[in-house]
């Protein structure tokens, strides 16, 4: 009989060695899972992790996917370690392009290098405009912030359909829902020739260290630690709940909204009706994959960027559904989850006492 | 002239219904779930999961029956993995849920694949001769698919259950203190495990209303945030079954009056008016929350709170 007994104090090498052990195990499963399929697990599982990072140029695409994920799991992990469940990072990233686009598309003519650094700002402003709704209707009105910034998400990816269908539509692009392309001015300037990482991936590890020193620095970055880890103290500490929420909705918004101008200032070159494969939804993985770490975080996102590239060779050499990427971060998920219990309990063989089920 | 409005309008109250319906079988089982104590955000996924492997029964068998009971299935099957972890390796009930939605949209992308554009024969409104045919009310009360019917069935059952029945005092005792039942001698962990089971088999039905009745094809993601509106649904509802009858239709008036402001003649962008479900619940959430006495009074007190009969 395997009992689950608490440890006496949370275990440090399992802090560490879940998130490993998650990884192995979804391997495993993932191998189990083609080898149902009818395909060989070890040549599929080449082609899903490693052929796609085999040359140069994957490396530089993996960068690229990786970029959007840290930026809106950073900015999401702020909120977890508060407790504030912001779960429509893909909605601010959404409004981000937008805000980001809108200025592309209007002055596409432009040719001055003030454009892009407005850009940016205008994605960050857009993302965290999006994500203030929910802090005020948490703050001011008590509405679950899971519910509203998903909804919220939906409303912005609506909204961007309107937008390339109207106002925004190109308008000598023979009615395709898509913006005019950006001018040059507009683009992120390129890090390695010949391939599509820009610059954007060089800001994102900026905020990575920066998001790393106010966790563990500064007074905010402890207050939000301490609300979530123990709401009663922070209440007693006179930390205001109210702070927290502002702060990491707006954070996680305006990252988010970052990500979404480089998307589309960078890869896409222009407003489509769809600019994202989900990565505010991923970046919740990735956020808790790296331990709500900002350093954790980027390991974590260079992973789960794989598993996008891994799913698409899989789709392009074995034609299996592009839904597999959606599986296996899925599966991530939950085996990471499992393994977490590792931290604070152990494993134990023979019952000291009737195990209670 | 006139006639023709009727008839129009006959349509339209019809369609509320068939918007309402997947939302009360979705709400229903999310509500049971959360009255044992725990909250479960995987219903989006797991009516997608039922979705889909209802909608490939229904290929495969040709029995609309043999879908429903494929879905509701697959619903709690996809929920069992859930309840595995959070009632017996305690993780986080609202990260749990969530992966729960990300593994269940993912699973169901790549099952239905092969089934996109696949053309299926819906299940048809039932027909009482005689009585479907009344003017008016005939259509009303007696022509819709049995499912709607099915689900006032199952909100009176459920009302019975939690208001009268000793197992449903037995399942919000649970909710409402586990240490408490624990002490008494109930089992809380399997009631709870009880309780999320019943909740996914009833968001696979509601999956398969959708993609086997309502628009009768399968499509990615096609749930469309329905199972988030029913999570609001069942705070909207504070917990009681018959608000939430009345929420579910209210939602289903909102999603059948976008699709038809345009045959009315009014010139909105679809895009635009397709928000109005999504901005009705967030707006619904803000009016019912508002007051937080009255929410921390009808919320299960251990709602999502982990139990351990040890600890």
Not at chain 1, 71 to 76: I, N
Not at chain 1, 199 to 216: D, E, K, P, R, T
Not at chain 2, 259 to 269: A, C, E, H, T, W
Not at chain 2, 302 to 311: I, T, V
Request: glycine share 12%; hydrophobic share 55%.
């Amino acid at each position: 009989m395997i009992r689950i007994e608490p440890r006496l104090s949370p275990s440090k090498i399992m802090v560490y060695g879940a998130p490993l052990l998650a990884v192995g195990l979804t391997l495993v499963a993932g191998a189990l899972l083609f080898g149902a399929l009818g395909y060989s697990p070890t040549k599929s599982m080449y082609l899903f992790f490693i052929a796609p990072i085999s040359d140069s140029y994957g490396l530089t695409e993996l960068f690229l996917k990786a970029t959007p994920l840290t930026l809106c799991a950073v900015g999401l992990a702020v909120g977890f370690r508060g407790n504030v469940w912001n779960i429509g990072a893909e909605g601010q990233l959404t409004m981000g392009a937008i805000a980001a686009g809108a200025i592309a598309v209007t002055w596409h003519d432009s040719t001055s290098f003030l454009l892009l650094p407005i850009m940016m700002i205008a994605g960050v402003l857009g993302g965290l405009a999006w994500a203030a709704i929910p802090a005020l209707l948490k703050t001011r009105f008590h509405a679950n912030e899971i519910l509203t910034s998903l909804m919220l998400t939906y409303v912005a990816s609506l909204f961007l359909g309107y937008l390339v269908n109207g106002p925004l539509r190109n308008p000598e692009g023979f009615n395709f829902p898509e913006s005019r392309m950006f001018g040059d001015a507009g683009l992120m300037p390129l890090l390695v020739e010949g391939s599509r990482l820009h610059i954007g991936a060089l800001i994102a590890l900026f905020i990575v260290l920066l998001a790393w020193l106010i966790m563990s620095r500064t007074l905010i970055g402890f207050q939000i630690k301490v609300v979530g880890l123990t709401p009663l103290a922070a209440h007693y500490a006179g930390f205001s709940p109210k702070k927290i929420i502002w702060m990491s909705l707006l954070l996680g918004g305006g990252l988010a909204g970052l990500a979404g101008m480089f998307e589309v200032a960078g890869p896409i070159g222009q407003l489509q009706p769809v600019i994202s494969p989900g990565y505010g939804f991923t970046a919740i993985i990735v956020a808790f994959l790296g331990r709500l770490h900002p350093v954790g975080i980027l390991c974590a996102a260079l992973l789960v960027a794989l598993s996008y590239l891994g799913g698409e060779t899989v789709q392009m050499e074995l034609s299996l559904p592009l839904a597999v990427t959606g599986v296996f971060q899925g599966m991530l998920l939950f085996f990471l989850l499992a393994c977490d219990v590792l931290i604070n309990f152990r494993f134990v063989l023979g019952s000291k006492r009737k195990a209670v089920s | 002239m006139i006639g023709f409005e009727v008839e129009t309008l006959i349509a339209i109250l019809l369609g509320v219904a068939r918007g309402a319906t997947p939302l009360v079988f979705a709400a229903i089982g999310e509500l049971i779930t959360e009255k044992s104590g725990v909250l479960n955000l995987g219903v989006e996924g797991m009516m997608l999961v039922g979705a889909v492997s209802g909608f490939i029964t229904v290929v495969v068998t040709g029995s609309p029956v043999l879908g429903f009971f494929a879905a509701m299935l697959a619903g709690a099957l996809l929920s069992s993995l859930f309840a595995v972890l959070v009632l017996f390796l305690h993780t986080n009930q609202v990260a749990s849920g969530l992966s729960l939605t990300i593994f269940g949209i993912g699973l169901s992308a790549f099952f239905g694949l092969g089934y996109i554009g696949t053309p299926i024969k819906g299940l048809q409104a039932i027909h009482i001769p005689g009585l479907s045919e009344i003017a008016i009310i005939g259509p009303l009360v007696f022509g819709h698919d049995i499912m709607v019917y099915l689900a006032f069935v199952l909100v009176a059952a459920t009302a019975w259950f939690l208001g009268k029945s000793r197992w449903g005092m037995i399942l919000r005792a649970v909710g409402e203190s586990h240490h408490a039942a624990h002490a008494i001698g109930y089992p809380v962990v399997a009631i709870r495990f009880a309780a999320i089971l019943f909740g996914g088999a009833m968001c696979g039905l509601a999956g398969a209303y959708i993609s086997l009745i309502y628009t009768p094809m399968w499509a990615e993601n096609m749930t469309a945030g329905r199972g988030w509106i029913a999570l609001a649904l069942v705070v909207f509802a504070t917990w009681k079954p018959g608000r939430a009858l009345i929420g579910a239709y209210l939602f289903g008036g909102v999603t059948i009056l976008q699709l038809n402001v345009q045959s009315l003649g009014v010139d909105v962008s679809a895009h635009l008016m397709n928000m109005l479900p999504y901005i009705a619940t967030i707006l619904v959430l803000v009016l019912i929350s508002r007051d937080e006495t009255k929410i921390r009074l009808n919320a299960p007190a251990c709602l999502g709170k982990p139990f351990r009969a040890d600890g």
